[in-house]
């Protein structure tokens, strides 16, 4: 079982800046490494469509709305993910997720999701 814990959320102005962070624990990461990890949101009305990802050797992508503006990493040691979002915009509300993959065997992976964590853009 993996656990995710998410924090960083909160209420911002147009133009504000804020940084999430998803800390992953549990059991299985003692024998198998955390894979790709990602941030999905979710707006009222619509689906979890997926914002950024990063896989294990750092390669990253991000949706084209949040290109330029938000930045993802990771830190391996702490199974831990990021994401900075600068320039925030009112469409950026929406509740956010973390998303991570851990693979045990070859051709199996297991995906895990944060619990969510609320990001308010208005003015």
């Known amino acids: 079982q993996v656990q995710l814990v998410e924090s960083g959320g909160g209420l911002v102005q147009p133009g504000g800046s804020l940084r999430l962070s998803c800390a992953a624990s549990?059991?299985?990461?003692?024998?198998?490494?955390?894979?790709?990890m990602g941030w999905y949101r979710q707006a009222p009305g619509n689906e979890r469509d997926p914002v950024a990802t990063?896989?294990?050797?750092?390669?990253?992508n991000y949706e084209d709305s949040v290109k330029g503006r938000f930045t993802i990493s990771r830190d391996n040691a702490k199974n831990t993910v990021y994401l900075q979002m600068n320039s925030l915009k009112p469409e950026d509300t929406a509740v956010y997720y973390c998303n991570i993959g851990v693979v045990p065997r070859v051709g199996i992976s297991l995906d895990y999701w944060g619990q969510g964590t609320q990001v308010t853009v208005s003015s």
């Open positions: 549990g059991n299985i990461l003692s024998n198998n490494a955390v894979d790709h």
């Open positions: 990063i896989t294990s050797g750092g390669s990253t």
